[in-house]
């Protein structure tokens, strides 16, 4: 597992669906005029995703079993 502490970033490769990807693009592209990048927005989902009130491992474990069903 890979953790960082003192607001410190790490980097590490990810491979997202196409559709993910371009989604993506065109939040950062109608976002221009904030200057964001793609690392920006997957980190602003996740931050908001772990802050939230939700059992974090049970609610991911759920999703990938929907996403591999082809549900999600």
Known sequence: M???MNNDKINF????DT?????L???V????????SR???VEAVL??????DASHGEKARE??????????
Do not use: H, Q
Request: aromatic share 8%; proline share 0%.
């Open 39 to 41: 690392s920006e927005v």
């Open 63 to 72: 999703l990938i079993i929907l996403k591999r069903k082809g549900k999600l």
């Open 19 to 23: 559709n993910l990807a371009k989604k």
């Open 13 to 16: 490769g990810i491979r997202i």
């Open 47 to 52: 931050t908001a995703y772990f802050k939230s």
């Open 25 to 27: 693009d065109e939040i």
């Open 29 to 36: 592209k109608e976002s221009g005029y904030l200057n964001i």
């Open 2 to 4: 890979c953790m960082a």
